[in-house]
C-alpha cells in the first residue's frame, strides 16, 4: 500500500508562484501530478521516475511548472511559477508502485491522495 498526502494548495494571483507536497508513504516506481476543474476531466501535469528523477510534462505546463522529488524525504514537489488562471483546479499526487508504463494517463497509476486546491486569480 502506499498512502499520499498533498500539501501547499491555495489562493494567489496570476504570475504568481505555489510549491505543492505530497508525502508518499511505502515504495514507488513512479509519480505524477494530475489536475482537475470543475466540469473538466482529470489532466495529467507532469510524472517522474523515482529512481533516475526523469520527468515529462504536458504542454500547457512546460516552462513553468517543475516536478521532483526527495527520495530521502520520500516527499514529492511541484513548483508552479507564472501561475494562469487556467491552472485553477484541484490537484492530486499518483503513484504506481511497479514496474510499466508511466504515462499522464491516469489508469497508469494505482493510489491517489486526497487533493489540494489551487485558485489563480486574475
Known amino acids: 500500500q502506499v498512502q499520499l498526502v498533498e500539501s501547499g494548495g491555495g489562493s494567489v494571483q496570476a504570475g504568481g508562484s505555489l510549491r505543492l507536497s505530497c508525502a508518499a508513504s511505502?515504495?514507488?516506481?513512479?509519480l505524477a501530478w494530475f489536475r482537475q476543474a470543475p466540469g473538466k476531466e482529470r489532466e495529467g501535469v507532469a510524472r517522474?521516475?523515482?529512481?533516475?528523477?526523469?520527468?515529462f510534462y504536458t504542454d500547457s505546463v512546460k516552462g513553468r511548472f517543475t516536478i521532483s522529488r526527495d527520495n530521502a524525504k520520500n516527499t514529492l514537489y511541484l513548483q508552479m511559477n507564472s501561475l494562469k488562471p487556467e491552472d485553477t483546479a484541484m490537484y492530486y499526487c499518483?503513484?504506481?508502485?511497479?514496474?510499466?508504463?508511466?504515462?499522464?494517463?491516469?489508469?497508469?497509476?494505482?493510489?491517489w491522495g486526497q487533493g489540494t486546491q489551487v485558485t489563480v486569480s486574475s
Open positions: 499518483a503513484a504506481r508502485r511497479s514496474g510499466g508504463v508511466c504515462s499522464l494517463l491516469s489508469v497508469a497509476y494505482n493510489y
Open positions: 517522474i521516475f523515482t529512481g533516475s528523477g526523469s520527468s
Open positions: 511505502g515504495s514507488t516506481y513512479c
